[in-house]
């Protein structure tokens, strides 16, 4: 599913924070100014910054006329960046829907591999280029097959390891990979396992595969061509394994003896662990009471565990290689925020750092180890310092089933001058409810989303509920078979607690959000529709009974609902939008991208269609060029232009005009044109546009 709204939403939302213009840090009470929307959506400017293993080069993603490319600059001379791809249009993708950087160097330093789908379609086809000559090639040009990087070999920088899904889309073929020639040698052909898991040599070492009873199993290759059972993950304990794949932290140690992963076996919190793939038998690494780990650091040749983060409202770091605590000390002088460390060279000599605060850009830094220097590389977005921001406020309460619900709240700047976090009488407030749900979570962070609607004067509600990672397995687990439940319930109860701080006008709230925060925004306007006086849905489903393309139906019938089974069919519906719209009172927007490989359009299309049977106020934005969410700039400028105009008229907030056109976009309504003044007239406008255009 996709991140929204944090720093990682580039595969959904292209948007930049927002801020008084010119207004700067102060206590002033008077609305800070508006500005246009080309400037708050426009892409980041620096994103992704990765260092090469030999410590030379520094790499990240640049927009070249509104398209996302890779530059390369010396690791002593960040001026000197330039361009080594060229795309367009759509550009290419820096995270993937978890958040992780997408691209990678090869082990000489000499090339990038990237990943790139069609329009948004997630078949991703590998391409490498050299830095230094730009050649590019694409190593695996498979049109509508996925392919996925493993790792690279110990042995020859030159090869790696890919999972292929030409057969089917559940089952991946390992391959192992020339990155020179493209060269494709298959090492397994599997037919049973979810996911194979290769070591630093290449070797297949573990197939993980899951049961009909909700459970993960994990094996090992058995000398007669099968598998050998050496692990039985209980349907309580997958989670783990699940936050181990969403943060990329499995990993063999050096020696290829043993595999890094989250376990929650016997435990709440998951602790890091090792697992040997022979035998199954798994030792802790390290164990943390305040929460599950949110991060592992290793070194990035013996791959030994050096430090681990947790984050209950703010990241937290534990160093465990005393070698390097020296290092972590220094950089908590630096600047202020949480730190991340991104990417170190082979040799450790040089990091990329980043700083995250809530209320400013984020900050990238080289620290140079020998020398103890942290030198600024650049903010990821320079136009924005300066201006003045709300803070997140983190605050906590107990659900009506004693759970712990940690969430953040920020207010319009103006509103909340001295930064208590308590307006002068209540506001309009826009609940943003994070996708996922099982790899996102709201946290701490600088949210671009959220200063934009705080910008147009809205309180933001950024909520975490029963099923979000981070506050251990019984939080995770109480997620089960509540798709639409209690993990509503949750949402509920903390607009409550807002409304009754004072903080929020309980009725002028709003809810909104992407995939699984688009299907609780329809569900929040369907099944409990008093509670909200409108919703903004993007790519959420509808209609559960009717399986996502990506969904395992044994995991997912243990979490949602089996549709396998008249019960469960029931469960099913009984938690389905589509089944509820014609309780809707209030209006929607939703936005769909035509090339959604994991929420399909039918999805929108249906309860689209069901609430405007109901004579609900709906709009349906579509998006030919996009997938699961809105990459590029164009079309983010549209959607979210219409957004702003839906939010005041449903919020009474603040909104500038519609353009006369959205020049670029995609945009196609396919209901409700008239409920926004000015829409029907754009469209025209775009599609005049794009028939003149060559």
Same mark, same amino acid.
């Given at each position: 599913?996709?991140?929204?709204?944090?720093?990682?939403?580039?595969?959904?939302?292209?948007?930049?924070?927002?801020?008084?213009?010119?207004?700067?840090?102060?206590?002033?009470?008077? #609305?800070?100014?508006?500005?246009?929307?080309?400037?708050?959506?426009?892409?980041?400017?620096?994103?992704?910054?990765?260092?090469?293993?030999?410590?030379?080069?520094?790499?990240?993603?640049?927009?070249?006329?509104?398209?996302?490319?890779?530059?390369?600059?010396?690791?002593?001379?960040?001026?000197?960046?330039?361009?080594?791809?060229?795309?367009?249009?759509?550009?290419?993708?820096?995270?993937?829907?978890?958040?992780?950087?997408?691209? &990678?160097?090869?082990?000489?330093?000499?090339?990038?591999?990237?990943?790139?789908?069609?329009?948004?379609?997630?078949?991703?086809?590998?391409?490498?280029?050299?830095?230094?000559?730009?050649?590019?090639?694409?190593?695996? #040009?498979?049109?509508?097959?996925?392919?996925?990087?493993?790792?690279?070999?110990?042995?020859?920088?030159?090869?790696?390891?890919?999972?292929?899904?030409?057969?089917?889309?559940?089952?991946?073929?390992?391959?192992?990979?020339?990155?020179?020639?493209?060269?494709?040698?298959?090492?397994?052909?599997?037919?049973?396992?979810?996911?194979?898991?290769?070591?630093?040599?290449?070797?297949?070492?573990?197939?993980?595969?899951?049961?009909?009873?909700?459970?993960?199993?994990?094996?090992?290759?058995?000398?007669?061509?099968?598998?050998?059972?050496?692990?039985?993950?209980?349907?309580?304990?997958?989670?783990?394994?699940?936050?181990?794949?969403?943060?990329?932290?499995?990993?063999?140690?050096?020696?290829?003896?043993?595999?890094?992963?989250?376990?929650?076996?016997?435990?709440?919190?998951?602790?890091?662990?090792?697992?040997?793939?022979?035998?199954?038998?798994?030792?802790?690494?390290?164990?943390?009471?305040?929460?599950?780990?949110?991060?592992?650091?290793?070194?990035?040749?013996?791959?030994?565990?050096?430090?681990?983060?947790? =984050?209950?409202?703010?990241?937290?770091?534990?160093?465990?290689?005393?070698?390097?605590?020296?290092?972590?000390?220094?950089?908590?002088?630096?600047?202020?925020?949480?730190?991340?460390?991104?990417? &170190?060279?082979?040799? $450790?000599?040089?990091?990329?750092?980043?700083?995250?605060?809530?209320?400013?850009?984020?900050?990238?830094? $080289?620290?140079?180890?020998?020398?103890?220097?942290?030198?600024?590389?650049?903010?990821?977005?320079?136009?924005?310092?300066?201006?003045?921001?709300?803070?997140?406020?983190?605050?906590?309460?107990? /659900?009506?089933?004693?759970?712990?619900?940690?969430?953040?709240?920020?207010?319009?700047?103006?509103?909340?001058?001295?930064?208590?976090?308590?307006?002068?009488?209540?506001?309009?407030?826009?609940?943003?409810?994070?996708?996922?749900?099982?790899?996102?979570?709201?946290?701490?962070?600088?949210?671009?989303?959220?200063?934009?609607?705080?910008?147009?004067?809205?309180?933001?509600?950024?909520?975490?509920?029963?099923?979000?990672?981070?506050?251990?397995?019984?939080?995770?687990?109480?997620?089960?078979?509540?798709?639409?439940?209690? =993990?509503?319930?949750?949402?509920?109860?903390?607009?409550?607690?807002?409304?009754?701080?004072?903080?929020?006008?309980?009725?002028?709230?709003?809810?909104?959000?992407?995939?699984?925060?688009?299907?609780?925004?329809?569900?929040? =306007?369907? =099944?409990?529709?008093?509670?909200?006086?409108?919703?903004?849905?993007?790519?959420?489903?509808?209609?559960?009974?009717?399986?996502?393309?990506?969904?395992?139906?044994?995991?997912?019938?243990?979490?949602?609902?089996?549709?396998?089974?008249?019960?469960?069919?029931?469960?099913?519906?009984?938690?389905?939008?589509?089944?509820?719209?014609?309780?809707?009172?209030?209006?929607?927007?939703?936005?769909?991208?035509s090339n959604d490989s994991r929420v399909p359009k039918y999805q929108s299309d249906t309860v689209v269609?069901?609430?405007?049977?109901?004579?609900?106020?709906?709009?349906?934005?579509?998006?030919?060029?996009?997938?699961?969410?809105?990459?590029?700039?164009?079309?983010?400028?549209?959607?979210?232009?219409?957004?702003?105009?839906? $939010?005041?008229?449903?919020?009474?907030?603040?909104?500038?005009?519609?353009?006369?056109?959205?020049?670029?976009?995609?945009?196609?309504?396919?209901?409700?044109?008239?409920?926004?003044?000015?829409?029907?007239?754009?469209?025209?406008?775009?599609?005049?546009? /794009?028939?003149?255009?060559?």
């Open positions: 599913m996709i991140r929204f709204p944090d720093a990682a939403v580039a595969a959904c939302i292209a948007l930049a924070p927002l801020a008084a213009c010119g207004a700067g840090p102060g206590t002033s009470t008077t #609305p800070d100014s508006l500005l246009s929307l080309q400037t708050l959506l426009a892409p980041a400017t620096n994103v992704a910054p990765q260092v090469s293993p030999d410590g030379r080069w520094i790499s990240f993603l640049r927009p070249v006329d509104g398209a996302m490319n890779l530059f390369v600059a010396a690791a002593d001379s960040i001026a000197s960046a330039r361009p080594v791809t060229h795309r367009t249009g759509r550009g290419l993708q820096p995270f993937d829907v978890s958040g992780n950087v997408l691209y &990678r160097w090869t082990r000489d330093s000499r090339r990038i591999l990237f990943p790139e789908d069609n329009n948004g379609d997630e078949k991703w086809n590998l391409h490498v280029v050299d830095v230094t000559t730009g050649a590019e090639t694409n190593l695996t #040009p498979l049109p509508g097959i996925e392919v996925t990087f493993l790792g690279f070999s110990d042995d020859d920088p030159n090869q790696a390891a890919i999972a292929v899904k030409e057969r089917g889309p559940f089952t991946p073929d390992l391959y192992r990979l020339d990155l020179t020639t493209g060269n494709r040698t298959l090492i397994l052909r599997n037919d049973e396992m979810v996911a194979v898991l290769p070591d630093g040599h290449l070797r297949p070492r573990i197939g993980i595969g899951f049961s009909p009873d909700g459970s993960l199993d994990f094996y090992r290759p058995a000398t007669d061509g099968g598998w050998a059972l050496i692990w039985d993950v209980g349907p309580d304990d997958v989670a783990a394994i699940n936050s181990t794949a969403y943060q990329r932290i499995f990993n063999f140690d050096g020696d290829n003896r043993r595999l890094y992963l989250y376990d929650t076996e016997g435990r709440d919190a998951a602790v890091l662990a090792a697992l040997d793939p022979e035998t199954g038998r798994r030792e802790t690494v390290f164990a943390d009471r305040r929460g599950d780990p949110a991060g592992v650091l290793y070194h990035p040749v013996s791959r030994q565990v050096q430090a681990y983060a947790t =984050m209950w409202t703010r990241t937290t770091w534990t160093v465990t290689d005393s070698s390097i605590q020296g290092d972590f000390d220094r950089l908590a002088r630096v600047a202020d925020g949480d730190l991340r460390i991104l990417s &170190r060279s082979d040799d $450790l000599g040089k990091w990329v750092v980043e700083y995250t605060l809530s209320d400013a850009p984020t900050a990238f830094y $080289l620290y140079d180890r020998p020398s103890g220097r942290a030198t600024l590389l650049f903010v990821g977005t320079p136009q924005l310092t300066g201006l003045r921001f709300s803070k997140l406020h983190p605050f906590e309460i107990t /659900s009506s089933d004693s759970l712990p619900l940690v969430s953040y709240y920020l207010l319009p700047p103006w509103t909340d001058p001295d930064g208590d976090g308590q307006p002068s009488s209540p506001v309009p407030a826009v609940v943003l409810v994070h996708g996922g749900p099982g790899d996102e979570r709201a946290q701490w962070a600088f949210g671009p989303f959220v200063h934009w609607l705080a910008n147009r004067g809205y309180a933001v509600l950024y909520l975490n509920f029963r099923g979000s990672p981070g506050f251990g397995k019984k939080f995770l687990n109480a997620a089960n078979m509540e798709w639409g439940g209690k =993990m509503h319930t949750d949402l509920l109860e903390q607009v409550d607690w807002a409304v009754n701080r004072k903080i929020v006008a309980a009725d002028r709230v709003a809810i909104m959000g992407g995939s699984y925060g688009g299907y609780a925004t329809l569900v929040g =306007m369907t =099944m409990t529709p008093d509670r909200f006086a409108c919703g903004i849905d993007l790519v959420g489903p509808s209609n559960l009974e009717k399986f996502m393309p990506h969904w395992n139906v044994d995991r997912m019938a243990m979490v949602v609902g089996d549709p396998r089974t008249e019960e469960g069919r029931r469960h099913l519906r009984s938690r389905s939008p589509i089944n509820f719209a014609a309780q809707t009172k209030h209006p929607v927007l939703i936005g769909q991208g269609a069901a609430m405007q049977g109901a004579g609900v106020p709906v709009v349906y934005a579509v998006y030919p060029d996009e997938g699961h969410g809105l990459v590029r700039p164009e079309n983010s400028v549209s959607f979210w232009s219409i957004a702003e105009q839906f $939010l005041a008229r449903c919020l009474g907030g603040r909104a500038l005009p519609l353009p006369a056109g959205f020049p670029g976009s995609s945009l196609r309504i396919e209901a409700g044109a008239d409920y926004v003044p000015g829409l029907a007239a754009a469209v025209a406008a775009t599609d005049s546009l /794009s028939r003149k255009a060559p």
